[in-house]
T-cell receptor, first 115, second 119 residues
């Protein structure tokens, strides 16, 4: 049981480049989330999804896009990378909106640097 | 308005001592959940403990316990007999239940407390 898998683990982008951060989970969770964590800070919600075909904005959605075509996958797209998007990105999932009393299951993170 | 407040940016504690990490929260909901996560230097987020707002007993998970004081909106994490491996960043988080729309349901994180355990 792999849990939540994120790829890549590290990436350096030039300003203006685009990329997709991949996230997949094998726990049949309906709910999936993307967070970013800036240095020395807590996590801020970018986008989330309550099921295939349904996505919603979180606290800091600008500069990002998501899609949820399957239950398993929830990719995060950066269209025009900016230095302000340098951060660690975490994908998470949960069985239901309550996290089953155990919160979310997190991926190992993607460390992105925009130069 | 900040929903989760962790007032201790950093703490130093001697090994084997107990440590309390503070967390206060702000919500108008009657039903909500409180979580603590640990983030070691390797970066992963590790779930530690959960407390539901209607739970009468304080949650415990091994050496971790949550000191839940509902009237004060406080959810402090207590680690007994601290170990060197407890050195990490600790995040308090809250999930509010939105009765009208489940789509609004999500977990909000505090800014964290960095705990250093000294040998």
């Amino acid at each position: 049981n792999a849990g939540v898998t994120q790829t890549p683990k590290f990436r350096i982008l030039k300003i203006g480049q685009s990329m997709t951060l991949q996230c997949t989970q094998d726990m049949n969770h309906n709910y999936m989330y993307w967070y970013r964590q800036d240095p020395g800070m807590g996590l801020k919600l970018i986008y989330y999804s309550v099921g295939a075909g349904i996505t919603d904005k979180g606290e800091v959605p600008n500069g990002y896009n998501v899609s949820r075509s399957t239950t398993e996958d929830f990719p995060l797209r950066l269209e025009l990378a900016a230095p302000s998007q340098t951060s660690v990105y975490f994908c998470a999932s949960s069985y239901d909106e309550r996290g089953g009393g155990r919160g979310y299951t997190f991926g190992s993170g993607t460390r992105l640097t925009v130069v | 308005a900040q929903k989760i407040t962790q007032t201790q940016p950093g703490m130093f504690v001697q090994e084997k001592e107990a440590v309390t990490l503070d967390c206060t929260y702000d919500t108008s909901d009657q039903s909500y959940g409180l979580f603590w996560y640990k983030q070691p230097s390797s970066g992963e987020m590790i779930f530690l403990i959960y407390q539901g707002s209607y739970d009468e007993q304080n949650a415990t998970e091994g050496r971790y316990s949550l000191n839940f004081q509902k009237a004060r909106k406080s959810a402090n994490l207590v680690i007994s007999a601290s170990q060197l491996g407890d050195s990490a960043m600790y995040f308090c988080a809250m999930r509010e239940n939105r009765r009208l729309a489940n789509r609004d349901d999500k977990i909000i994180f505090g800014k964290g407390t960095r705990l250093h355990i000294l040998p």
